[in-house]
């Protein structure tokens, strides 16, 4: 947890390796190293460059060779074209035919290496837009991958919609970037570059005036440059936050509509983008949107451009006015000043282009910082082991998993609020194949300490162990996939029922063995009555069952992990009393020889438990069996008075039977 204080480029220190695997203390929590907005790593190209692997590195050098060969020809064109048009005033030529002979020479070469020069262009722009398209798809996986790989506690602070617009539009600029302004930035300051000595070459004097008015429209354009990059940034950082506000809203349509939030839904996103129709004029009203971001870029780009090229074609024919002199002069030929015009004209798109290439650059290196903080992102869980041996010395990955459970003094706080104790010295002690049953008041860490038996979140004192191995020295994949989870609402995937009932089993499975799980789960009946059975797909995140059917699905597919421990989160939602006693057979079924840990909701649940585990306040306050706990333990009778479940299920008289002394006599609504 020290780590997420440092930047991910920091080298471990000794600090580090004193919170290593198995520790039974961890450190103090810290928050969760970004806050999501701000999340950036140092923008640099050479970060970029480094995305690329062999294939396009190699491409990357055909491209180049293209390049200059293009440029080369490009650039000799016109020194041909100029002995053409010497040839058209040369007083020592008297005779036309010969005259036009030698133009026709001079012509068709150069007709020839510009022909040359265009396919040599194309080649060259194709090659660059294979690399472009290699390298972001490239990006693309390993930014997926990390995502995947970290913390619960990253979710937590980071929202979908921010992690969906680094994958998709953040990476789309980069690719621009690699594949097109990079390599037009580069091209054009060689082909400047080379144009520059050409000039010189033709005449130094003439050369030396050109040069002088770059560097002065390159010096006074730089300013606008940055600020267009700026701009650039601050546009992509506001659509970033749009896109997370749109992606929440559209994943929650249901609850959306059910609270009539379309409108509001709108304005938050409209508050962000600036709908224009809200605008009475054109100019845009003092807030953060991208339509007024993005005003002020047009306006800046576009002054920047004609800056650049007004102040370029401009200066060019102060070039050729200088020229005209030196002609007469004698210092240069007609032809050389012909060139001479060329390269200035070759000079001034290649700066035109330069400085659209370069703020470009700027654009994608914004979002690269963005990308490339997520890249480099340690995950806090499992905590990246500082040498091979390290990794073979502490994780431990057992042949099986019994199933005895321990918490020792464990004390947590979500790393989001550090400051806000979840579970104070929380101690218990669960044997394996039996059910636990963990009841308490709502925010009493019930869920948290099912989450942290996943390793969701690593704790902040104490110890957790399964079969006496600290459970942050257990290979997480192996702990992971021999613990099933059934959630409160269970999530599903936008697939068929199959292929949900399969999702994380990793061995092969007949479909004797899925049919037995699903009846198992009371699952099968429901499946096999849909027009396409097992096939049929359950919508994004299963909205095509019903609440009872996802759990049944859920439980079928935590049988078929064959988990050794079974965690519960039982629906607080009511189902229908049908539905609710077929989870509950479910459930029954599912129980038998495993470790179950169910935060319990059910009177039913409940009393079958094992040990039932009472939580107030953040800490344990009881545990025993159902009938000691209603004799002993207040907080248990007021638990057991107030479940809302047992209200439904049970009338006043039968109440009073089950909890004598506990309910009296005038106690007639509880
Ligand atoms: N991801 C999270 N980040 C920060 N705080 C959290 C997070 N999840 C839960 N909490 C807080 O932790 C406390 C315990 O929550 P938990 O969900 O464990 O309670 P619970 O006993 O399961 O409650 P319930 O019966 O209502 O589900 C609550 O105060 C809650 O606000």
């Given at each position: 947890m020290i780590e997420a204080e440092k930047s991910s480029n920091d080298p471990p220190t000794s600090e580090d390796s004193n919170q290593g695997?198995?520790?039974?203390t961890s450190s103090l929590p810290s928050k969760v190293d970004d806050n999501a907005a701000l999340a950036y790593s140092k923008p640099s190209v050479r970060k970029l460059f480094h995305l690329m692997d062999k294939p396009e590195k190699l491409m990357q050098l055909v491209s180049f060779v293209l390049m200059i060969g293009s440029e080369a020809a490009n650039l000799i064109t016109p020194l041909i074209v100029a002995n053409a048009y010497d040839v058209l005033v040369d007083?020592?030529?008297?005779?036309d035919e010969e005259r036009m002979t030698a133009i026709s020479y001079y012509m068709i070469l150069a007709i020839i290496i510009s022909i040359a020069g265009i396919i040599a262009g194309f080649l060259r722009v194709t090659v660059q837009g294979v690399v472009g398209e290699r390298v972001v798809a490239r990006l693309r996986c390993r930014l997926y991958k990390q995502i995947l790989k970290q913390e619960i506690a990253f979710f937590d602070e980071h929202k979908s919609g921010e992690l969906v617009s680094r994958l998709g539009s953040d990476t789309t600029l980069l690719q621009s970037v690699v594949s097109q302004s990079l390599p037009d930035f580069f091209t054009q300051t060689i082909k400047a570059i080379t144009a520059m000595i050409l000039m010189f070459y033709l005449s130094v004097k003439l050369a030396g005036l050109a040069l002088g008015g770059v560097v002065l429209i390159f010096l006074l354009s730089a300013p606008m440059g940055k600020l267009l990059g700026q701009l650039s940034k601050q546009y992509q950082d506001i659509l970033g936050q749009a896109q997370t506000h749109s992606t929440e809203a559209i994943g929650s349509m249901r609850t959306v509509q059910a609270f009539a939030a379309e409108r509001k839904e709108e304005t938050r996103y409209n508050n962000k983008i600036g709908n224009p129709d809200d605008i009475p004029l054109w100019w845009p009203p003092n807030e953060r949107t991208t339509y007024r971001v993005g005003f002020f870029k047009s306006m800046v780009q576009s002054g920047f451009f004609s800056f650049v090229f007004g102040a370029g074609f401009g200066f060019l024919n102060v070039t050729l006015w200088y020229g005209f002199y030196l002609v007469l002069q004698d210092e240069m030929t007609l032809g050389d000043l012909t060139a001479f015009n060329s390269y200035i004209i070759s000079i001034g798109f290649a700066m035109g282009q330069m400085a659209g290439s370069i703020a470009k650059v700027f654009e994608g290196l914004g979002a690269s910082g963005r990308v490339f903080h997520l890249l480099e992102r340690v995950p806090q869980i499992p905590k990246t082991p500082l040498s091979d041996e390290e990794k073979l010395d502490a994780i431990i990955k057992p042949q099986?998993?019994?199933?005895h459970v321990k918490l020792e003094g464990v004390s947590f706080s979500y790393p989001s609020r550090p400051?806000?104790?979840?579970?104070?010295d929380v101690t218990l002690t669960i044997p394996a194949n039996t059910t636990t049953a963990l009841v308490g008041s709502s925010g009493a860490g019930k869920s948290t300490i099912v989450s942290l038996l996943q390793r969701f979140y690593d704790i902040n004192k104490g110890k957790i162990t399964i079969d006496d191995h600290d459970l942050q020295s257990l290979d997480l994949v192996w702990l992971r996939q021999h613990i099933g989870y059934v959630q409160q609402e269970p999530t599903l995937f936008g697939l068929t029922i199959r292929e949900n009932m399969l999702y994380g089993v990793e061995r092969d499975v007949t479909q004797e063995e899925l049919e037995a799980a699903s009846k198992d789960a009371h699952a099968h009946d429901f499946i096999i009555d849909?027009?396409?059975?097992?096939?049929t797909l359950v919508g994004e995140r299963g909205v095509k069952l019903s609440g009872g059917q996802k759990q049944r699905v859920a439980i079928a597919r935590a049988l078929l992990t064959n988990c050794r421990i079974l965690l519960l989160d039982e629906a607080t939602s009511a189902l229908d009393a049908e539905s609710e006693h077929l989870v509950q057979q479910a459930i029954d079924k599912a129980v038998v020889g495993r470790t179950v840990i169910v935060v319990a909701h059910r009177l039913s649940t409940i009393r079958q438990a094992d040990q039932i585990v009472v939580m107030d306040n953040h800490r344990v306050v009881d545990v025993g069996v159902h009938d000691d706990l209603l004799e002993k333990c207040p907080k248990y009778q007021d638990l057991i008075k107030r479940q809302s479940i047992m209200m439904r299920n049970v009338s006043q008289s039968g109440l009073k039977k089950l909890l004598p002394g506990v309910i009296d006599e005038d106690d007639e609504d509880v």
């Amino acid at each position: 947890m020290i780590e997420a204080e440092k930047s991910s480029n920091d080298p471990p220190t000794s600090e580090d390796s004193n919170q290593g695997h198995g520790s039974p203390t961890s450190s103090l929590p810290s928050k969760v190293d970004d806050n999501a907005a701000l999340a950036y790593s140092k923008p640099s190209v050479r970060k970029l460059f480094h995305l690329m692997d062999k294939p396009e590195k190699l491409m990357q050098l055909v491209s180049f060779v293209l390049m200059i060969g293009s440029e080369a020809a490009n650039l000799i064109t016109p020194l041909i074209v100029a002995n053409a048009y010497d040839v058209l005033v040369d007083p020592t030529i008297s005779n036309d035919e010969e005259r036009m002979t030698a133009i026709s020479y001079y012509m068709i070469l150069a007709i020839i290496i510009s022909i040359a020069g265009i396919i040599a262009g194309f080649l060259r722009v194709t090659v660059q837009g294979v690399v472009g398209e290699r390298v972001v798809a490239r990006l693309r996986c390993r930014l997926y991958k990390q995502i995947l790989k970290q913390e619960i506690a990253f979710f937590d602070e980071h929202k979908s919609g921010e992690l969906v617009s680094r994958l998709g539009s953040d990476t789309t600029l980069l690719q621009s970037v690699v594949s097109q302004s990079l390599p037009d930035f580069f091209t054009q300051t060689i082909k400047a570059i080379t144009a520059m000595i050409l000039m010189f070459y033709l005449s130094v004097k003439l050369a030396g005036l050109a040069l002088g008015g770059v560097v002065l429209i390159f010096l006074l354009s730089a300013p606008m440059g940055k600020l267009l990059g700026q701009l650039s940034k601050q546009y992509q950082d506001i659509l970033g936050q749009a896109q997370t506000h749109s992606t929440e809203a559209i994943g929650s349509m249901r609850t959306v509509q059910a609270f009539a939030a379309e409108r509001k839904e709108e304005t938050r996103y409209n508050n962000k983008i600036g709908n224009p129709d809200d605008i009475p004029l054109w100019w845009p009203p003092n807030e953060r949107t991208t339509y007024r971001v993005g005003f002020f870029k047009s306006m800046v780009q576009s002054g920047f451009f004609s800056f650049v090229f007004g102040a370029g074609f401009g200066f060019l024919n102060v070039t050729l006015w200088y020229g005209f002199y030196l002609v007469l002069q004698d210092e240069m030929t007609l032809g050389d000043l012909t060139a001479f015009n060329s390269y200035i004209i070759s000079i001034g798109f290649a700066m035109g282009q330069m400085a659209g290439s370069i703020a470009k650059v700027f654009e994608g290196l914004g979002a690269s910082g963005r990308v490339f903080h997520l890249l480099e992102r340690v995950p806090q869980i499992p905590k990246t082991p500082l040498s091979d041996e390290e990794k073979l010395d502490a994780i431990i990955k057992p042949q099986t998993m019994v199933g005895h459970v321990k918490l020792e003094g464990v004390s947590f706080s979500y790393p989001s609020r550090p400051n806000q104790p979840v579970l104070e010295d929380v101690t218990l002690t669960i044997p394996a194949n039996t059910t636990t049953a963990l009841v308490g008041s709502s925010g009493a860490g019930k869920s948290t300490i099912v989450s942290l038996l996943q390793r969701f979140y690593d704790i902040n004192k104490g110890k957790i162990t399964i079969d006496d191995h600290d459970l942050q020295s257990l290979d997480l994949v192996w702990l992971r996939q021999h613990i099933g989870y059934v959630q409160q609402e269970p999530t599903l995937f936008g697939l068929t029922i199959r292929e949900n009932m399969l999702y994380g089993v990793e061995r092969d499975v007949t479909q004797e063995e899925l049919e037995a799980a699903s009846k198992d789960a009371h699952a099968h009946d429901f499946i096999i009555d849909m027009p396409e059975g097992y096939e049929t797909l359950v919508g994004e995140r299963g909205v095509k069952l019903s609440g009872g059917q996802k759990q049944r699905v859920a439980i079928a597919r935590a049988l078929l992990t064959n988990c050794r421990i079974l965690l519960l989160d039982e629906a607080t939602s009511a189902l229908d009393a049908e539905s609710e006693h077929l989870v509950q057979q479910a459930i029954d079924k599912a129980v038998v020889g495993r470790t179950v840990i169910v935060v319990a909701h059910r009177l039913s649940t409940i009393r079958q438990a094992d040990q039932i585990v009472v939580m107030d306040n953040h800490r344990v306050v009881d545990v025993g069996v159902h009938d000691d706990l209603l004799e002993k333990c207040p907080k248990y009778q007021d638990l057991i008075k107030r479940q809302s479940i047992m209200m439904r299920n049970v009338s006043q008289s039968g109440l009073k039977k089950l909890l004598p002394g506990v309910i009296d006599e005038d106690d007639e609504d509880v």
